[in-house]
């Protein structure tokens, strides 16, 4: 699909036609989506709005994982860079103590982009350290390939981690 196709459908995408785990994510991927595509402005503006739709959500599920990084994402997209990293350290912890192999696999990735969108690349290769090491989505071969931001991937300790 050609970026101005892909564009287009998502231009179409609305809250009453987006279908997905959550309502609140119907902002994630808009902003991830603007985010990718360079567009600073609109990412913002979606994090934003993703981060108001979860308020009353945070209140009733404060110890959800997903709950906590949707926040962290919004906050490190939006650059409140202590409020990511507080919410990436919480889902983090949050893991550990549920101990769910399954969540850890599909929700801890996620993590990793926290971190590096808040300029926190040591705790992001961390992360993917840890990935490696356990079942996951996450493969030397993966990260090769993903759109990492710079400053991740020109890290010494991850350039190592990808030649392993």
Known sequence: ?????????????????????????????????????????????????????????????SSDPIVNWYIGYAHAVLGNRDEAIRHADETVALLTELGNSLRIAFIQPNVIWIYALAGDVESAIDQIEFLLSVPSDISARYLSVEALPQSLRQHPRLRALLVQ
Request: charged residues 20%; without cysteine; positive net charge.
């Open 1 to 61: 699909v050609s970026s101005g196709a892909t564009d287009s459908l998502f231009s179409t995408l609305t809250p009453a036609t987006y279908v997905g785990p959550f309502p609140f994510n119907y902002f994630y991927v808009k902003a991830e989506f603007n985010r990718l595509r360079g567009r600073a402005g609109l990412a913002r503006s979606y994090a934003d709005s993703l981060l108001g739709s979860l308020l009353d959500v945070y209140q009733e599920r």
